[in-house]
């Protein structure tokens, strides 16, 4: 076991400590976060680990390829300059582990921060993120969120996101830790007698949501809403065996959103959208950006 996966054990051996955070009953049961052969079958010879991973995908054009650089693949650059395998751009790594780096957002600042693996994987469409293989990419997300971590999310609310392959401006997988808009804790919490624990439900139980535009004017927009009690189990692939395969959506039209849940025995909601969601009569059309819900600045 390396280095940085034994420090990563130990970040999380420790959070078990500080765990009580509201909506985080039974978070840290970690097995299966480590192991696993990478998507498609292919063996370790036939697709050589990134510098830092353990199991990565096979390069691909749905998941990427190493060699890519530049414009929509900075994030990338930025992870290899963590690892050490490059030296430009300029770059503060927050926390830098074999699965994954923290980095700052932008605009930088105590409530926006991103998770990057140190895979190449392009984002929510590369199947790699839904096996086995795959770390569990938000629970560390939660976990480096939390106070006493470089990425502490200073706000009253906490929320995680990734965006759509159709809306991001990067080509390398990241969750955004950042603050969720006031008022959206409200409205879920308003919602929560009609919210299901059944993921076979997930993607009939659609809400509208009101959040701010990035000009700071309230838009509405409807979610998939799903209530989990922990973060052990990989929402990737909840995702898609919920919610993608059943209703033949496209995986890379997907956003998803995670934010504590406040109200009864806690645990979390977890957020989807898609431009094309169907909703029910009355209700605003659907979205693949999480843009709407977090704060950014």
């Not at 932008?106 to 086995?132: K, Y």
């Not at 392959?165 to 008022?183: E, Y």
């Not at 308003?190 to 309230?218: C, E, F, H, K």
Request: glycine content about 12%; hydrophobic content about 35%; charged content about 10%.
């Amino acid at each position: 076991m390396s280095g940085n996966k034994q420090n990563g054990l130990m970040y999380r051996r420790q959070f078990v400590k500080l765990s009580g955070v509201a909506g985080a009953s039974g978070l840290l049961a970690l097995a299966g976060a480590d192991g696993g052969m990478a998507d498609g079958g292919q063996s370790p010879e036939a697709s050589p680990p990134a510098p830092g991973g353990a199991n990565c995908p096979t390069q691909s054009a749905l998941c990427g390829f190493r060699a890519d650089t530049g414009g929509r693949y900075d994030l990338w650059d930025r992870v290899q300059v963590c690892l050490g395998t490059r030296t430009a751009p300029p770059t503060t790594c927050l926390t830098t582990t074999s699965d994954y780096v923290v980095l700052n957002g932008r605009p930088q600042n105590n409530h926006n921060f991103l998770l990057v693996p140190t895979c190449r994987i392009s984002g929510i469409e590369c199947p790699f993120i839904a096996t086995a293989a795959a770390p569990n990419y938000w629970l560390d997300a939660w976990i480096n969120a939390q106070p006493g971590r470089p990425s502490h999310v200073v706000y009253p609310n906490i929320g995680l996101g990734i965006n759509s392959a159709g809306t991001r401006d990067q080509d390398q997988l990241h969750i955004h830790l950042a603050g969720i808009h006031s008022g959206i804790q409200t409205q879920l919490n308003a919602y929560d007698s009609s919210i299901t624990n059944n993921p076979a439900n997930w993607r009939n139980q659609i809400v509208p949501i009101w959040g701010l535009t990035s000009a700071g004017m309230p838009a509405p927009r409807s979610y998939r809403v799903l209530h989990v009690s922990n973060l052990n189990t990989n929402l990737f692939t909840l995702l898609r065996d919920s919610v993608v395969l059943p209703t033949g959506a496209n995986m890379a039209d997907q956003a998803m959103a995670v934010t504590p849940r406040l109200v009864g025995n806690g645990g979390f909601y977890v957020l989807n959208s898609e431009p094309a969601l169907p909703t029910p009569p009355g209700q605003p059309g659907g979205t693949g950006t999480v843009d709407f819900l977090l704060a950014y600045t």
